[in-house]
DNA sequence: CTTGCAGTGTAACTTATGTAACATTAGAAG
DNA sequence: CTTCTAATGTTACATAAGTTACACTGCAAG
């Protein structure tokens, strides 16, 4: 459980302690389901490795991205939905291999008093969650789906490290809930003007590709 | 200080004679500022009368709206960004005749462990600007604007108790983040099916405004 | 090899929404 | 009353995005 080091600048010491022994620690493998609508949630998930994708479904099943989870992040609505009880809201599902430790919904409130840092760190989610969902809304609401979808490659690059971003057109599409057609359209311009190069299965981002929009 | 009394059935009685001892009674007037970006916040905000809009700008001023706040709510976001020391990223503003009551951000701590009525409260909070937020998401990634309108409508409606909605085209083209020609022609829609009337910064819902879109 | 399919390219068209420009009207202020 | 301004109505047009349809291609399974 060596992953549990990333940890380590987060939480105080005899917390760590707590949580690799009341900790459930989980694996995922890319696409399986984390969490699922509607289930109710008995553990607060912290990320330890690799990158999990919330995301939202409407009444057609047109989904849309909400947002990653990566290293040491956790997703406070799972947070609040466990001390509610309530069921989820939302999806989540591995985008590569996942490591992480589910903390069972009993120790929650108990370190909330006990541990100064993890009150700090359930709070410091809950704000960045917020963030991201206003980002997300900011997004959609005042830019077109062009700048949209360079933010969307950005952000992919930034998590992966890569500059080859691996994803279908239809992947893309699904995620900025539009059509295939619009999202293969918009990637064609973008390598027209020599930003990127496309593959099958793959988008090759070019050295100009943080040159100014437009 | 009896608006107090409207929470009553939210938290034991310690914990209201604390409130009413260490929190900060305000009152607004319609269009006062309650809460601006960047400013820091000291207290978290419970609203005991009247309606507070919480919206947001983008870079280009254009504003969008998140939700509402009515009796007995609360800012989450003004909460999470308390305890971090983070400036607001949000802006609210009072709807009509607000009343409400500021918690200094040295009690929000100090009860959340004192009074299971107030942590419940908080992750109640929480849980449900969260799933605001994650409306308007769905509101603005998956409906077009006609839908949006009736819904915005019906939430006026709602709020107000009244099916007199009293709003100017303008204003409510702010708020969806679009322009005031687009909803005057919807409205128009509206009234010549017969839904609404229109009058000078007024719109009355008549009854078969329920019924099934198109 | 050949078969099949997911992934992609692209054209033609529809529709929703944004934008600019201008006329009209209601009500407030003087 | 007149004057001014915000609010509204309306037209005409531009553009982003959604939709349908179909061709082509790389690749994996048999």
Same mark, same amino acid.
């Given at each position: 459980?060596?992953?549990?080091?990333?940890?380590?600048?987060?939480? $105080? =010491?005899?917390?760590? &302690?707590?949580? $690799? &022994? +009341?900790?459930?620690? &989980?694996? +995922?493998?890319?696409?399986?389901?984390?969490?699922?609508?509607?289930?109710?949630?008995?553990?607060?998930?912290?990320?330890?490795?690799?990158?999990?994708?919330?995301?939202?479904?409407?009444?057609?099943?047109? $989904?849309?991205?909400?947002?990653?989870?990566?290293?040491?992040?956790?997703?406070?609505?799972?947070?609040?939905?466990?001390?509610? *009880?309530?069921?989820?809201?939302?999806? *989540?599902? #591995?985008?590569?291999?996942?490591?992480?430790?589910?903390? =069972?919904?009993?120790?929650?409130?108990?370190?909330?008093?006990?541990? =100064?840092?993890?009150?700090?760190?359930?709070?410091?989610?809950?704000?960045?969650?917020?963030?991201?969902?206003?980002?997300?809304?900011?997004?959609?609401? +005042?830019?077109?789906?062009?700048?949209?979808?360079? *933010?969307?490659?950005?952000?992919? &690059?930034?998590?992966?490290?890569?500059?080859?971003?691996? *994803?279908?057109?239809?992947?893309?599409?699904? $995620?900025? #809930?539009?059509?295939?057609?619009?999202?293969?359209?918009?990637?064609?311009?973008?390598?027209?003007?020599?930003?990127?190069?496309?593959?099958?299965?793959?988008?090759?981002?070019?050295?100009?590709?943080?040159? =100014?929009?437009?």
């Amino acid at each position: 459980m060596n992953n549990l080091d990333k940890l380590k600048g987060v939480f $105080e =010491p005899e917390l760590l &302690q707590e949580i $690799e &022994q +009341f900790g459930i620690y &989980q694996t +995922f493998k890319e696409g399986d389901l984390v969490m699922d609508y509607g289930k109710y949630i008995r553990m607060m998930p912290i990320v330890l490795k690799g990158t999990v994708k919330v995301h939202r479904l409407d009444e057609n099943n047109n $989904e849309i991205l909400l947002y990653y989870l990566s290293s040491s992040e956790s997703c406070s609505m799972a947070y609040s939905c466990c001390v509610e *009880a309530k069921k989820s809201e939302v999806k *989540a599902v #591995a985008e590569d291999n996942v490591e992480l430790i589910g903390i =069972p919904h009993v120790k929650l409130d108990e370190w909330l008093c006990k541990y =100064p840092s993890w009150k700090n760190y359930v709070m410091r989610s809950f704000n960045e969650r917020f963030i991201e969902l206003l980002k997300s809304i900011e997004s959609i609401a +005042f830019h077109k789906l062009d700048e949209r979808l360079i *933010a969307y490659l950005k952000e992919k &690059q930034r998590l992966s490290g890569s500059s080859v971003i691996k *994803a279908s057109h239809n992947t893309i599409a699904d $995620e900025l #809930a539009t059509s295939r057609v619009v999202i293969s359209r918009l990637l064609k311009q973008l390598e027209n003007s020599g930003k990127i190069i496309l593959y099958r299965n793959e988008i090759k981002l070019l050295s100009g590709f943080d040159a =100014p929009f437009k």
